[in-house]
């Protein structure tokens, strides 16, 4: 399958969940290697998970398949340009590189979601939900006991880039 | 229970899940109305799943919990700021107030996310996973039907907030 197979797929399970389960069609594949690893849809209605976009769903996928939260080495094709939390959520799973069919530039009109990049360039105190910080020195000692375990290298340290 | 005595769970549930299953110490509660409605820790290792941090887990508990995406009304507790993820499912799950403990930039040192920081104020076209458009006009029809259907009102109206 070509770069343009993929999407075509990711396009196609778009349309097809949102006609069989009235699922949000947004849809997005993982391929490692020519092969899909993993697949996923918003659900976020049918499921009651606002986090369920379609890359965050395929990501979860591709992790559960492949028995890892590391998919370097993978590519992402999605049917719409990644909002700020599947940006997020892909660069956490390493994925090496995305591949989207519409653009957010072209469905702000349709779906806007200004509020939200507006937020998440703003520092925590001046975002649309008020935030305020309570016992900082209690929660730094966790953290503190748990870098200094080695654990936290597991989570934080990222291979080189192949690319 | 009152403002502090949340976080005082919150930084406790992070620091028992680390001992008691290695997760890694960030937890986070939702709280309605003086109850506590959901909560979640970061298991992304022990689940293979990197979008599984405690806000995303705990905003999954309290939906789930509640039977509903949208979780107006609700305050979250976190034992750290939120990365840029969270502060977007915090966004998309409509939460109204955030208490956090650690700041990031009191822990950025231990635990570097300056690549996503930066990567998610780019363009998409200048992030560090290289990115291609393909197939647009397929992919629009579908999100237009979608829209033109009324379903993405479901999603997409936001209640005006309560505070």
């Not at 949000?24 to 697949?39: H, L, M, S, T, W």
């Not at 986090?51 to 049917?79: M, N």
Request: net charge negative; proline share 4%; hydrophobic share 40%.
């Amino acid at each position: 399958m070509t770069e343009t197979d993929f999407m075509r797929y990711a396009i196609e399970l778009s349309r097809r969940k949102m006609q069989e389960i009235g699922a949000a069609p947004f849809a997005a594949v993982i391929v490692r290697d020519g092969e899909i690893v993993g697949e996923g849809v918003n659900t976020v209605l049918a499921d009651h998970d606002p986090t369920l976009h379609g890359e965050v769903a395929a990501i979860r996928d591709a992790c559960k398949r492949l028995g890892t939260f590391d998919l370097s080495g993978c590519d992402i094709y999605t049917s719409c340009e990644p909002c700020e939390m599947c940006v997020a959520a892909i660069w956490w799973a390493r994925l090496d590189r995305v591949f989207y069919a519409n653009a957010l530039a072209d469905t702000n009109h349709l779906m806007p979601i200004d509020g939200l990049t507006q937020d998440i360039r703003r520092p925590i105190g001046e975002r649309s939900a008020p935030a305020r910080q309570l016992l900082a020195k209690e929660a730094f000692d966790v953290i503190k006991q748990w870098v200094d375990s080695g654990e936290a290298a597991k989570l934080m340290t990222r291979p080189e880039r192949r690319l």
